[in-house]
């Protein structure tokens, strides 16, 4: 069964639909309980409640945080090498917070209202073979949420390697950390940042894309925070048992046909480069196609590119 902790009961009633039975995490609280207590945030108290019917009556463990003092991504991955985490997948949102992240430590505004997530499952994989399958896990898990949420109003596009776009603007970022023991993958997390009622005002650099929000291009999508939740659950799921079962296949057709840069003229840069606008680009050329490595083939460069950063100059259907 389901194990819900908060710091906040009313705010994670509103988020579930129900009110559990809240009960404090204590010294006579399960070991585990007191771990994710400790670990989420360890200087308020913390309540906890069984709670069937919210998905299914798996194990798992969702926690849902008030205000985050810190980024969850890094709280989990740091405790959970520590012996007594819990093996059962942990969901973690927050509904604010500071000290958060995206990819390369860039800092991501949490604001109320917008989805702030981690999530830990065991996988128990080859690193090598499946490293590119769990890159692409959570923006797949987070197109598809958007997708199934907002049919047919809004069409998310994955942008090279971990953005999710709506209309040519940024409204979510997705992080990957693995926890390795040797050749195999034993746990991954996923990060994941969806801006669903606000977009945060942030000055765009130089071919960027701008921040925007779910509401903003469909005002259906107000307050849509515990549906996006709900159905992103069951889509990372998924993803994760795909890779579980070997279907790297899947998941790269999946993120495949969510592309929106094959066919696109673009440029990449170097990963550590912050202003796209600073430097030359290292290479500029249309898509030709992305391969299963997720490496990506222009028809200006001879070699699949392995890495960099993406900036979109002409996009496909004005190419």
Known sequence: M?????????????????????????????????????TLNPDRPTWCSSCPGWRDDAERYLVIIDEAPRSQFDAVMERARQPGFPDEPVVAIALTGTRFRGQRERPWTALRGNLHLTARYRIDVDATRFAAALTMAPAVAAAEAIREVAHPRLQPRIKWVNDVLIGGGKVAGVLTGLQRDGARVHHALFGIGMNIDAAPDLPVLPGQPRPVCLAGADPSCVGVLPRILRVLSIQLDAVVEAIRAGDAERLFAAYRSGAGFIGATVAIWPEHIVDPGSTPPLHRGRVLDLLPDLSLVLDSHPEPIRGGRMVIEQAASDA
């Open 2 to 38: 389901m194990q819900v902790l908060t710091d906040q009961p009313l705010s994670a009633e509103r988020i579930l639909g129900l009110p559990p039975d809240w009960r404090l995490v204590d010294a006579g609280s399960s070991g585990a309980v007191r771990i994710m207590a400790q």
